[in-house]
Each structure stands twice: as C-alpha cells, then as structure tokens.
C-alpha cells in the first residue's frame, strides 16, 4: 500500500517513522511519503491561505497550492481523503474499507479549511472521501491522518502479527471489548472474575459475550442493534436536551400514581425541572421516544450492589402494551457487573404495577416510604 499525506506541518506526521507503520514500510508492506504543501507556493511568502469569499473569521486554504500538490501526488487514481470535522465520521468499517486499496492520499487542511473546488477537482483524480476523527475540531486534520493512518496500515494483510488478535478487539464485532486480565489473579485484594480461571471455553466466551454487551449499553448505546421495542421506536441513553418533556411525562403518569394512592405523598410530583435535570446527572436514564415523541423512560443507579430502578413511566395512552415491562428489562440490562440484585419502590395500591413486577421476577420486600411497598429481585 502506498499512503501519500500532504500538509503545512509535515513534522506532525513523524511519528509514523516510530510506529508499526515505520516497521512495516522496513518490510516493503508500506511506502509512506509525507509532503509540505508550501513545495507547491509560487509566492515568496510561501502563502497557503486567505480571507475567505463572504466573510467571516479564520482563513481558507488557497485552492492554487492543494490543486499543484494534488496534480503531482494523485497519480494512477488513488482514494484521496480530505481530514475535516465536516466529514463523515472515521469507523473500523471505513478503516476497513481503505485497507483493500492500493493508494491512499491524505489531505491535511487547516484553518476553516480547505476551498471547495480542491475537492471537486480531486474528484476527477480519484475517488474523494472527506473524513471526520470524531464530533470535536482541532486545529488541522494531521492528527486525524496519524489516526486513519494508523488504524488502516495495521489491517493491511500481514502487517500484524496475530490476525486473531484482530478479530477480538473492540469494534470488530460491532460491540465495545469486554474488560481483560492478566496475571496475577489477586491484585490488591482485588480477584479476577472466577469464571475466566475455570477452564470453561464455553462459559468464558459467554461470559466475554455478556460483558460486552453490558459495556456496550452503557457506554455506547448507540452501536447496540436497534431493540426490539414492541410496536417500535428508539431507545437511547438520555441526554440534556430531554429534560422538559421527561419533566413532563413524570408529572402526566404520577398524577395518575396519586389517583391510585390517595393521601401518599409522591416525591416524583413534587419535583422542579432543577430536580430533574440533577437526577439525570445522577441516574443512568433511559428513554424511548415513538416517532420522535418521548413515550417512555426508566431510570437505575447502583446502592451498594444492588440497582436501584425507578421512574418507569409510560405515557397514559400507551400503557398496557408491554411498553413498561420492555423499559424494565431495558433499565435492568445496564445495570453494572457488580450488581446482584434489583429494587424498586411502588405504590402499595398500585395493584398493576405490582402485578407487572411479580411477573418480572420481582418480589415485595416490605414496606417502602410511606404508603409504598419495596419489591426487590436477585440478579440472574
Ligand atoms: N480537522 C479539525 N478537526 C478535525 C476532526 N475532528 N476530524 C478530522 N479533521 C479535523
């Protein structure tokens, strides 16, 4: 593979000497060449930018310079991808992707970026992809070809040496890595997990196989196969912007908690916006939303080691479709490793609800804050 980048700081690109890429250009697998674009200024200023057309702040990459370097560079029509925060986002799959072609060119811009008639003509060079590292701007797109360079090379066919390997990391399989150990097995009075010392490669690939998953919700929620939510919709992580309309549905299905429980007082209808933006910094929430429309949420945190589940809420007109025991489920599956067990609290005259945890595993455990019952249920 040849791998061509062009930019104005070519020693930002040095330390792809140093890395695996550099020792796999040593065994011909890798031809790389890094460019200053200022070899292809004319002026004496080595000038690479100006004002932009329309105003506004920053400069733009001068299309004359990128156009020369492009002509010299793109030969034989190569995949030429411009590093920009405006691109489509960088993935293993696209990694993947530019590890079966023989050419790359990467095109380091800066500033505002580059003019966007460099981009149309290199599209006559070769095929274009411009590329994002992630939702977050630097100040150039060098760190980006470190990073895209190093993610393709060491996919490209004997490059590395455990192809195994490979195949286990994060993102391979669509899922985060589960967590790894190594000797000795207590460190710091701390165990690695029993099951991983059984000799079970059964229950040990299980186990990998849950505790990715597990991750994989929590922290990426957005990589999971869309659930199966009955009658459809999105369930995601909540993030800030759901605050008002969570708000909302609390207060509509309490009001109907208090119908149900005359004279208890319910923390959750007493509650401010603050109160509920806080709870979303200190709960893991999650929300599914129905054609845009927020129509369910839950809530956990772990006490101890036990998650502690609450909030289930399902708006009033699309209550007794499964909506509430999928959210339970949903809720429960986030829970971390080191829970054992799940509690909740419900009303004590809240006979459907009660009904719906008893089927779900739950069991009551005494008396709750006044007026409420605890059911609680042991991990599986
Ligand atoms: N240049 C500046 N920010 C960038 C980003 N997030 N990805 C790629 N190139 C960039």
Redesign the pocket.
């Known amino acids: 593979m040849r791998v061509d980048i062009v930019s104005i700081f070519p020693d930002y690109l040095a330390p792809l000497e140093l890395s695996l890429a550099g020792r796999a250009q040593g065994r011909g697998l890798l031809d790389i060449a890094v460019h200053d674009l200022r070899a292809w200024t004319s002026d004496r200023h080595r000038t690479v930018d100006d004002t932009p057309y329309g105003g506004g702040a920053g400069m733009v990459m001068k299309p004359e310079p990128w156009g020369e370097a492009l002509d010299e560079v793109a030969t034989g029509r190569p995949t030429i991808v411009f590093?920009?925060?405006s691109?489509e986002p960088f993935t293993q799959g696209l990694a993947r992707d530019l590890a079966t072609r023989e050419h790359l060119v990467l095109a380091c811009?800066r500033y505002e970026g580059i003019d966007q008639r460099v981009v149309e003509h290199a599209a006559t060079l070769g095929e274009v992809l411009e590329?994002?590292?992630?939702d977050?701007?630097?100040?150039?797109?060098e760190v980006?070809a470190l990073a895209i360079t190093e993610a393709v090379v060491r996919l490209v066919p004997g490059f590395m040496g455990n192809a195994a390997s490979l195949l286990e990391e994060s993102h391979e399989d669509g899922l985060l890595e589960y967590p790894v150990y190594t000797k000795p097995a207590t460190w710091r009075e701390r165990e690695v997990p029993a099951v991983l010392l059984s000799g079970d490669h059964a229950a040990i690939a299980r186990w990998r196989r849950e505790q990715a998953v597990r991750r994989t919700a929590e922290r990426r929620p957005d990589l999971l196969p869309p659930s199966a939510v009955p009658g459809g919709g999105e369930l995601r992580h909540a993030v800030p912007a759901d605050v008002g309309e969570l708000y909302t549905l609390q207060l509509c299905c309490w009001v109907q908690e208090q119908h149900a429980n005359p004279g208890v007082r319910i923390p959750a209808l007493h509650e401010s916006l603050e109160d509920m933006r806080r709870s979303l910094e200190e709960w893991t929430w999650l929300v599914l939303r129905r054609g845009g429309r927020l129509v369910a949420a839950a809530r956990g945190r772990i006490e101890d080691d036990t998650w502690d589940v609450g909030r289930l809420m399902v708006a009033p007109d699309l209550q007794g479709q499964g909506l509430g025991r999928f959210m339970l489920a949903e809720i429960e599956s986030v829970a971390p490793p080191a829970v054992t067990a799940y509690t909740l609290f419900t009303g004590a005259q809240s006979l459907d609800n009660i009904r719906m945890y008893k089927r779900a595993g739950y069991r009551l455990r005494g008396e709750g804050p006044p007026g409420a019952v605890r059911l609680a249920k042991p991990r599986r």
């Open positions: 590093t920009t925060p691109g811009g590329v994002s590292l992630g977050y701007v630097l100040n150039g797109g980006a």
